[in-house]
Nanobody, 126 residues
Framework: EVQLVESGGGSVQAGGSLRLSCAASGTIYSTQCMGWFRQAPGKEREGVAMIDGDGRTTFADSVKGRFSISQDSAKNTIYLQMSSLTPDDSAMYYC?????????????????????WGRGTQVTVS
């Protein structure tokens, strides 16, 4: 029902910035949560940032103060603005969406198969 397409990944030097975009299509509800997860080689997938239908945001401790998530409701698009990037931020970044209840479970256990996922966009920081 929902298709998510990420864009904006690439290579950047440490200390630099990137902005990722996730465009959603299909049946979208205002109560649906959307967010970003990432997975580095040899690491488990982890939650990075999320935003709910009321605009409330949540961030992983590792990115607080450096990353910002925003949304354009008219375009069904969310963004992840990343600054002060470090090599530890290198990962495949995935966009995900689901209702608030299931998204909360996904945030707690990012390895779940629940939710709608994009194919990911690679971020490499050197």
């Amino acid at each position: 029902e929902v298709q998510l397409v990420e864009s904006g990944g690439g290579s950047v030097q440490a200390g630099g910035s990137l902005r990722l975009s996730c465009a959603a299509s299909g049946t979208i509800y205002s109560t649906q949560c959307m967010g970003w997860f990432r997975q580095a080689p040899g690491k488990e997938r982890e939650g990075v940032a999320m935003i709910d239908g009321d605009g409330r945001t949540t961030f992983a401790d590792s990115v607080k103060g450096r990353f910002s998530i925003s949304q354009d409701s008219a375009k069904n698009t969310i963004y992840l603005q990343m600054s002060s990037l470090t090599p530890d931020d290198s990962a495949m970044y995935y966009c995900a969406a689901d209702n608030a209840f299931r998204f909360a479970a996904l945030w707690r256990d990012p390895g779940r198969d629940d939710g709608y996922w994009g194919r990911g966009t690679q971020v490499t920081v050197s």
